[in-house]
């Protein structure tokens, strides 16, 4: 059977997540992020997870190998069957390559969506944001400050700041971009697939963009 696949594509911070959630509660697929399956790992102190905690805190892509591994355990789970919308995987030409030939079989309707957002702004949203630690809602100290300093409003947990997003790091994520990723911008518009959002407007107004944009 076609599957609907929704493919997000943009920098760090440009709102990735965030659209992925609301794009599941309306498509009822499920949000793969290979950044949260990788932190995952990490807490529960995996192999896996340990291996992984040396590039993911300091900003720098994984092996390709593995995360080719992760991400066809992942989609080959029943929940994927109709569809499923992949946050921060593909992030090289290699992976992007890999996901055409080796996942993507079965004439499947593949959309990317390309995230837009001016370096500035995303230094700003980063270097703010604070993530509960029990269930991973997101806050900014500046723009969705919690009611409680250092703790969630949804369930009560501690609010920790990604070594990820220190502000050299979040340099560093920006230039591993620039370099590694952004060339999948041209691979998908040559292939006909890619669709621009403007992630500068309030997140409703991005989904908004985005709804029009998935049918
Ligand atoms: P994210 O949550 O998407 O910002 O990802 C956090 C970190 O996980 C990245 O900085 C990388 O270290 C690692 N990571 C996530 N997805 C990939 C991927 N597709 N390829 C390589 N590394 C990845």
Same mark, same amino acid.
């Given at each position: 059977m076609s599957k609907k696949i929704i493919i997000l594509l943009g @920098? @760090? +911070? %440009? +709102?990735k997540g965030s659209q992925a959630a609301l794009i599941e509660q309306k498509l009822h697929y499920p949000h793969i992020s290979t950044g949260d399956l990788l932190r995952a790992e990490m807490k529960a102190k995996t192999p896996l997870g340990l291996e992984a905690m040396s590039y993911v805190n300091e900003g720098k892509l994984g092996p390709d190998s593995l995360i080719f591994n992760i991400i066809t355990k992942r989609i080959a789970q029943d929940d994927c069957k109709e569809g499923f919308i992949l946050d921060g995987f593909p992030r090289n030409i290699k992976q992007g390559e890999y996901f055409q030939e080796k996942?993507?079989?079965?004439g499947n309707d593949v959309i990317v969506l390309n995230f837009e957002l001016p370096d500035a702004t995303i230094i700003e949203r980063l270097s703010g944001r604070l993530i509960c630690k029990d269930c991973g809602h997101p806050f900014h100290i500046k723009f969705t400050p919690p =009611? =409680?300093? +250092? =703790?969630?409003?949804?369930?009560g947990g501690e609010l920790y700041q990604r070594a990820d997003d220190a502000k050299e790091v979040i340099q560093h994520r920006l230039q591993v971009y620039a370099k590694q990723t952004e060339p999948l911008i041209q691979f998908y518009d040559d292939l006909q697939i890619l669709k621009t959002i403007d992630? %500068? @407007?309030t997140p409703q107004l991005i989904f908004k963009q985005i709804v029009k944009k998935i049918g």
């Open positions: @920098p @760090p +911070g %440009s +709102g996942l993507n079989i079965d =009611k =409680k300093e +250092g =703790k969630c409003d949804k369930c992630c %500068s @407007p």
